[in-house]
């Protein structure tokens, strides 16, 4: 558990981060969102403290992060940035290993793990390994550098905006590969973005900051129902509003018995989805299916019964 | 260079043909002079008369020919081989030339290279060096060629058949003053770029640290560095000189006005900002991303600098050593002037006696020296280059 409190930082007394407190429980996903300069990826750095709070502080299942010497505290944090942040004179291997060697983990220990991360991360080690940071491509580079920050199996992962020098598509994949990574390993994670999609995407809890405060910390569904603020409000988008709530609703939510025509869609999937899925079309509901089997239909009289503001 | 497939069969390399238009001015000038003694201005020789002809043509031929193939734009090779040719060739009249213009010329008569051969000898390097340029030969090769070349020269002078010319004459008469100055050179110009590197490494790191220091030092070594070179050994001879008097024991470990202490204090504080800037600019290198990440994973400042900015930064500071050893060898020369000894010395001495080949026998070592030293620093900044820098 991660228990952020009343964290303050101030530059030439103006204050960056003022008095935030918040808790994330472990095995979860936290996405801090803001605008720049909304103090998020200060916050962030306090953690592991790139940057030395004014008052307050963050506990770390109980121990005080103030209570260990920074550099000893950031072996136990991993750390993602934007643009990776990759040694390009070392390998693939040594990048990964780097922190392992620095809590000097004996050779073929720290070998094995380097393995396991990249067969983790879909990179077939015998073929990776011993490339070069500038002999892998954008997405692969940031994939080892998500890997590079989980080797040590640290009790935090901090990423400031992982994902941000990925183009759409891959950026698709990195945050689905995220999600499926963290659900295999149990890891717990606090990801800054400016992106209010990728937070209701990839979030257990989003915590939306303005102005060096919290203004809002909840649920995505909390988050897109009951904005707290008109700027909260603005960061989601009015426009989009039911399009955001009907992609926190799973399909399996509303499937009702029946039969519809056409493709079938996945239980998993979601609303937003399916909603597609009719209007493309031109179907009033489409038939779900689960394991390759029918299990009924989802309507779009269904779908809009969720799309509307339940005030 | 012209690389257009239909008309690549043709191409005309354009530096190749300015090199044989002026290759073939050069041989008209007189290629070697005959003087009755080491003073007095000699007569000149044209190329193909320094010998009988039967033993000149050959290397007038191969000079020619050698400037010819250096025309295959498509082919550097080609002109990497006519560059050779050439070069044989020169070597070939020298070695003709030497005694058959000295036979008969009195007992204290004096052969030397004159202006024609000066300009053939450079011209085939240049198109060597367009060759190469072009072939880009990797670290390991470029070090088997200076190897080559070295072994060649110092078979060629160790043969003798060099040994009527009026530089080597000097030589002879001077085998142990040269050894000498050879090592005080080298001393002068290695032990200043290891002190400035003991020094500047270190103040560079500092530097790279702390912006505030480096606004101060920087400026202070770049005004070091304007100072010139014949002032700053005058500079050093009434201070170390006061410290040499002044200070008890400093006499008694060599700190004086003249000789090699102010010549070797001298070349160190030259040799300071090219250190201390490439060292601040190799670790500023460093990706900032890839520092950041160093820092969030836990390194520390020490670790930083020692597994990640220095190995990134090694070639920009290899390269300001580069810059310090060849700038000394050459700066090393004004030494002479101070009694500090080195090549120097034989140029000074020379000046003086207005004996040209004795200028000689310190400068072309000195150029030698210099040349190789920079190819080997080259050589060495390649070989740390990261793999995927080179990759790239």
């Known amino acids: 558990m991660i228990e952020i409190d009343r964290i303050t930082k101030v530059y030439d007394g103006v204050p960056a981060v003022d008095a935030v407190t918040m808790t994330a429980e472990s095995g979860t996903i936290t996405v801090i969102v803001g605008t720049s300069g909304s103090g998020k990826t200060t916050l962030l750095r306090m953690i592991n403290r790139l940057e030395e709070p004014t008052s307050g502080e963050v506990r770390i299942n109980g121990e005080s992060t103030l209570a260990t010497k920074p550099h000893l505290l950031r072996r136990r944090i991993g750390y993602a940035i934007q643009g990776h942040g990759l040694f390009p004179h070392h390998t693939v291997a040594r990048n990964i290993g780097a922190v392992p060697r620095l809590l000097n983990w004996p050779k073929d220990r720290i070998q094995a793990r380097v393995d396991e991360l990249l067969t983790l991360f879909s990179m077939n080690p015998a073929e990776f390994r011993d490339r070069f940071p500038a002999e892998l491509s954008g997405g692969q580079q940031q994939r080892v550098g998500v890997a590079r920050a989980l080797a040590s199996r640290p009790d935090l992962l901090l990423m400031d905006e992982p994902f941000g020098a990925l183009d759409p598509i891959i950026r698709a994949r990195a945050q689905d590969d995220l999600r499926r990574i963290q659900r295999a390993l149990g890891s717990t994670i606090m990801l800054v973005t400016h992106d209010m999609e990728e937070a209701i995407r990839l979030g257990d809890r989003v915590a939306v900051m303005d102005g060096g405060r919290l203004v809002q910390y909840g649920t995505p569904a909390e988050i897109v129902a009951n904005p707290a603020t008109p ?37 998993e999937g979601n609303l937003r989805d399916a909603l597609s899925a009719c209007l493309w079309t031109g179907r009033t509901a489409v038939p779900v299916e689960r394991d390759g089997a029918i299990v009924g239909r989802v309507t779009l009289d269904a779908i809009r019964s969720r799309a509307e503001l339940r005030a | 260079m012209p690389t257009a497939t239909g008309a690549a069969r ?61 025309l295959a734009a498509d082919w550097p090779r080609l002109r990497f081989g006519g560059a050779v040719l050439g070069l ?176 070797f204090l001298a070349l160190v504080l030259y040799s300071l900002l090219p250190v201390v800037a490439n060292t601040v600019a190799g670790l500023a290198a460093a990706p900032p991303a890839a520092i950041e990440a160093a820092r969030g994973m836990g390194m520390t400042p020490g670790q930083r600098l020692l597994r990640v900015e220095l190995p990134l930064g090694l070639p920009v500071l290899l390269t300001g050593l580069r810059i310090v050893l060849v700038q000394n060898i050459g700066l090393a020369v004004i030494a002479g002037l101070i009694g500090g000894g080195g090549f120097g010395t034989f140029v000074f001495q020379g000046l003086n006696q207005t004996a040209t080949d004795l200028i000689l026998l310190g400068a072309l070592p000195t150029v030698a020296m210099a040349l190789v030293s920079a190819i080997v620093m080259d050589i060495l900044v390649d070989l740390t280059r990261p793999k995927a820098a080179r990759i790239a």
């Open chain 2, 10 to 70: 043709c191409a005309v390399s354009p530096p190749g043909l300015l090199f044989l238009g002026l290759g073939v001015a050069a041989l008209c000038a007189p290629f070697m002079t005959v003087a009755a003694n080491r003073i007095v201005a000699g007569d000149g020789v044209p190329a193909w008369a320094v010998a009988a002809p039967a033993l000149t043509l050959p290397g007038v031929l191969a000079v020619v020919i050698g400037l010819g193939l250096g």
């Open chain 1, 231 to 267: 700027f909260v409000a603005d960061m989601i988008g009015d426009v989009e509003r039911p399009l955001r709530l009907l992609s926190l609703v799973p399909v399996s939510e509303v499937v009702e018995n029946g039969e519809a025509p056409g493709a079938a869609l996945p239980a």
């Open chain 2, 88 to 263: 044989a060739g020169l070597l070939w009249l020298l070695m003709q030339g030497a005694p058959a213009l000295l036979h008969g010329a009195g007992d204290y008569a004096r052969v030397s290279p004159a202006i024609g051969f000066w300009c053939l000898l450079t011209i085939p390097m240049l198109v060597m060096a367009d060759a190469l340029a072009q072939l880009a030969p990797g670290p390991r090769t470029r070090g088997a060629l200076l190897a080559a070349v070295l072994g060649v020269l110092a078979l060629i002078l160790w043969s003798g058949a060099l040994a009527p010319l009026s530089v080597l004459q000097e030589y002879a008469s001077r085998t142990s003053a040269f050894a000498d100055a050879a090592l005080r050179h080298l001393a002068l110009a290695f032990g200043s770029l290891a002190m400035a590197a003991v020094i500047g490494f270190p103040l560079g790191i500092l530097c790279h640290r702390n912006p505030k220091l480096r606004g101060t030092a920087l400026p202070v070594l770049s005004f070091l560095q304007t100072i010139p070179s014949l002032a700053m050994f005058g500079l050093m001879i009434p201070i170390l000189g006061w410290i040499g008097d002044s200070v008890p024991g400093a006499q008694a470990i060599g700190i004086a006005g003249i000789g090699f202490a102010p010549a």
